[in-house]
């Protein structure tokens, strides 16, 4: 940024600013508050819409909600019987609730910037990160969640003989190579849930980075020489591109959820294929 | 920004979510799905099962149509051939009666005729008698001159001899 003295320290403070946590505890016994508030409030609204719908499901014409939650349950069902061959019943359930629970944590991120930070500290709360998936913690604990069960499922169908094979034997086909083969596996299998997580996050982060240097644009601190447009020119700037990041952004929180979720099922299928 | 145990408390929200979509949401949408399906692939088939009832009963009704109008065609040429047999069989027996009438009729008039012969016949000779008697002077007695009287009336033509020649 070309920010410098007054304003750049100005800046970088309200960056600084929105990018921590609301948390208790210390070192790494800290709680984000703020993180799992709102994922947990967005997973029961998840949870009770569905539910609703599921309870008054019927098999004739369908009503509006149940229309759409049929659209989703196909949806996922679709993708998931797609790339799964055996036959699992936690399989699409986990899916749908990757998708459905991911999409709204980054819809939380076309909320205005400052809208929720702003309300929570006149009520005297100080930090607010409204999109949980700008949250390293949340982001890592699907995919590690994820990755547990696709250490889980491999044994399960291949055994303790088939995971070792598959950990010192492969891909090169002798003993004398095993551990370079075990070094090769563990490198796959983590990079897995690394990227996984860090895809989503990335991209939300970076999502909510640029809202923010949005938002900063109209406080007239960033680009020296444009404040002197006027506010009326700020404000329009402003509009303009909020608008057209937030249209560009509903492709990437959707794409972002659908992602997860895809990957996901591509895990555990592949971990559930005995050889 | 580093991880810290929110990550857990993250993950038992995750696991918990997912287990209560398992338990609770997927299966009662799943199955009124599945319902659906089997009632629209049912309707489905009761619409081919109607179409084809209503094509096999299309065919029916054509062949008893085409049943109908052969058996109409059928009792209409019947009736034609009845009604010109009984307008022939009358025309026959109204011939019949009408010979009967007229040789009836014949016979009676020649009954009639011969009838007033013989009667003619007899007045004839009863008055030729008395003329002959006026012609003589005196009476001729008809019981004397009886057998000359039925000889008479025998030969007048048209008497009791010749009754059966009816062409005269």
Not at chain 1, 199 to 211: H, S, V
Request: net charge neutral.
């Amino acid at each position: 940024m070309a920010a410098e003295g007054q304003g750049g320290s100005d800046a970088s403070a309200y960056i600084q600013h929105h990018l921590t946590n609301l948390s208790i505890g210390d070192g790494f016994w800290t709680l984000h508050l703020d993180t799992l508030l709102f994922s947990i409030v967005l997973g029961v609204l998840f949870i009770s819409l569905f539910r609703y719908a599921a309870l008054r499901a019927v098999a004739g014409v369908p009503g509006r909600l149940q229309n759409f939650v049929e659209v989703m349950l196909e949806f996922v069902e679709h993708q998931v019987r797609g790339s799964f061959s055996g036959r699992n019943r936690l399989m699409a359930p986990l899916a749908l609730t990757i998708f459905v629970w991911v999409f709204l944590m980054n819809l939380m991120d076309l909320v205005p910037v400052d809208l929720l930070p702003w309300l929570a500290s006149q009520g005297g709360v100080n930090y607010l990160k409204v999109v949980p998936t700008t949250d390293l913690n949340a982001t890592f604990a699907m995919s590690l969640s994820v990755f547990a069960m696709v250490i889980y499922y491999n044994f399960r169908s291949k055994g303790l003989l088939g995971v070792a094979r598959e950990c010192f034997l492969h891909p090169f086909n002798t003993i004398f190579l095993a551990p370079f083969n075990l070094l090769l596996k563990v490198v796959e299998e983590l990079a897995r849930p690394l990227s996984l997580a860090l895809r989503l996050f990335g991209n939300l982060y970076a999502g909510e980075l640029i809202f923010m240097l949005i938002a900063l644009l109209s406080l007239g601190r960033v680009l020296g020489d444009f404040a002197q447009l006027g506010p009326i020119a700020l404000f329009v700037s402003q509009l303009l591109l909020g608008i057209v990041w937030s249209l560009f952004h509903i492709l990437v929180i959707t794409l972002q959820a659908f992602i997860f979720m895809i990957l996901s099922i591509i895990y555990l299928s592949t971990a559930q294929e005995s050889h | 920004m580093a991880l810290n145990v929110t990550l857990f408390a993250q993950a038992v929200v995750f696991a918990f979510l997912a287990w209560f979509t398992m338990r609770y949401i997927w299966p009662p949408l799943m199955s009124a799905l599945g319902d659906r399906e089997q009632r629209i692939s049912a309707g489905l088939a009761d619409a081919d099962e109607g179409r084809r009832i209503l094509k096999d009963a299309r065919e029916l009704q054509i062949g008893m149509m085409e049943e109908n109008r052969r058996k109409a065609e059928e009792i209409v040429a019947q009736a034609q051939r009845r009604s010109t047999h009984i307008e022939e069989e009358a025309r026959r027996k109204a011939e019949e009666v009408s010979k009967y009438i007229v040789a009836e009729g014949r016979a009676e008039v020649r009954r009639e005729r011969a009838a007033a012969r013989r009667e003619l016949g007899s007045q004839l000779a009863t008055l030729a008698l008395a003329a002959a008697g006026r012609i003589l002077g005196h009476e001729v007695n008809a019981k004397r001159h009886a057998g000359m009287l039925s000889e008479l009336t025998r030969e007048f033509p048209g008497g009791a001899g010749d009754i059966a020649d009816g062409t005269s």
